[in-house]
């Protein structure tokens, strides 16, 4: 959930430095009728992916992990993955939140996109909630 974009509203951490790139490349897509970003569990595959980092406690990551519906047979995947800071150099280990490549119907990808989901592609997403 990157600062001022959709469903920013739910992150209530701070953050952390500015931009950080993933030390490993993953496939991203906007997917579906409502251009979900999902970011591919497949390291190795695609680019490196451009984020931001928030410190939350607990009980804010509990109510991110409700957004991504991590307990739905078709929600995302919290898992931990390697990032580098950009201004810094440091490396954090970080909570992302992905799908796995099997949940990837092709006919359903609207995008492909280079590493990073912009503010473009945000003014494409429809909530499942509106």
């Not at 928030?54 to 957004?67: C, G, R, S």
């Not at 490396?91 to 609207?110: C, D, H, I, N, T």
């Amino acid at each position: 959930m990157k600062e001022s974009f959709p469903n920013f509203k739910t992150n209530k951490g701070i953050r952390y430095r500015q931009n950080f790139d993933t030390k490993e490349s993953y496939p991203l897509y906007l997917v579906g009728e409502r251009f979900s970003p999902w970011l591919i569990l497949n390291p190795g595959k695609g680019q490196p992916v451009r984020g931001q980092v928030f410190e939350v406690t607990n009980d804010e990551l509990e109510l991110i992990d409700v957004l991504e519906r991590i307990n739905e047979p078709d929600g995302y995947r919290k898992i931990t993955i390697w990032v580098t800071c950009l201004e810094s150099g440091e490396e954090l280990s970080v909570f992302a939140y992905g799908k796995l490549p099997e949940m990837v119907v092709s006919r359903e990808v609207k995008a492909e996109l280079a590493g990073e989901y912009c503010i473009e592609h945000a003014e494409l997403y429809r909530s499942r909630y509106s």
